[in-house]
């Protein structure tokens, strides 16, 4: 699901990490950046890193959902799980998907940058041959822990996720106490509505998380703590100074389109999968979530 979604809007995420990124660029619009991205670099350049992005995600999603769906089987164990739980269970799902692929988003945000026309000049370019060529230049460069460039705010996003499934999860079961499954409307609705409300909330953090696995602007030099609450604070402080309080929501536009769309075409096929696979193993599906 998490592959499919993310390759239908690919483009709208490439759109939106140059506009955090390369904040000089003077489009602001998501087709405008497209435009200017695909006149600039190539009809094939929004899909520039998309191998590594759909294979960060895959780990990515396995590790969250793997953990989430434990957890809550662990803990719950069979009865009526509650909102409280189902955060809980997100943000310790979070964690543990932060700590174990944030080295994996930092080289598929290099790459997917690569060969990008920067209108800023405090960017330094890459020149990474693929992903493993990236891990070696990264840690030859600039050391191991440079890989989890951005784990500090990447933790405190632990809670966009966990406030989408907790959305999601509250409006799932009040929808099930009506009905006895969802349909594709539901989960399509209730997915985009639940990870609208969490990206507005958390986007900020989003786009300083983005500049730190970037790595690459010549910014803060007396502090190279990447990630530390100091440059996490330092960025969002000269972000507000240079472009005022939209700096800060600069791409959200396109991060709301793809994100959105993106989360309610995966809950869909996650709820067509899971229905799916336990029919074929002949078992009845649990009311209790």
């Known amino acids: 699901g998490s592959m499919t979604a993310m390759t239908v809007f690919f483009p709208l995420d490439t759109a ?137 705010p990447s933790l405190l996003l632990v809670f966009n996720p966990a406030i989408q499934f907790m959305f999601y999860e509250g409006f799932k079961r009040k929808l099930l106490k009506k009905r006895l499954q969802l349909t594709s409307l539901d989960a399509f609705v209730i997915g985009a509505v639940a990870k609208a409300v969490a990206t507005t909330l958390t986007y900020p953090l989003q786009t300083v998380q983005s500049i730190l696995r970037f790595g690459r602007h010549r910014l803060n030099p007396e502090n190279r703590t990447l990630g530390s609450l100091k440059n996490v604070l330092y960025l969002l402080r000269e972000r507000v100074r240079r472009f005022g309080l939209m700096g800060l929501y600069k791409g959200l536009e396109a991060k709301l389109l793809q994100t959105v769309l993106t989360a309610a075409l995966m809950f869909l096929v996650y709820e067509k999968l899971t229905a799916a696979t336990f029919t074929v193993m002949g078992l009845k599906r649990s009311r209790r979530h």
Do not use: M
Not at 28 to 42: S, Y
């Open 16 to 152: 939106r990490l140059r506009l955090q990124v390369d904040e000089k660029r003077k489009s602001k619009t998501t087709p405008a950046v497209l435009l200017e991205i695909i006149k600039e670099e190539g009809l094939l350049a929004p899909y520039r890193g998309w191998f590594p992005v759909i294979s960060s995600l895959c780990c990515s999603n396995f590790v969250y959902f793997y953990t989430f769906n434990s957890l809550k089987t662990l803990w719950v164990k069979g009865q009526h799980s509650t909102t409280g739980k189902d955060l809980v269970f997100g943000v310790v799902a979070g964690v543990a998907n932060v700590l174990l692929t944030t080295p994996l988003w930092v080289v598929n945000t290099r790459l997917k940058l690569q060969g990008a026309k920067f209108r800023n000049e405090d960017i330094v370019p890459t020149n990474y041959k693929g992903i493993i060529d990236a891990f070696h230049q990264i840690i030859r460069d600039e050391g191991a822990l440079a890989l989890w460039n951005g784990t500090f």
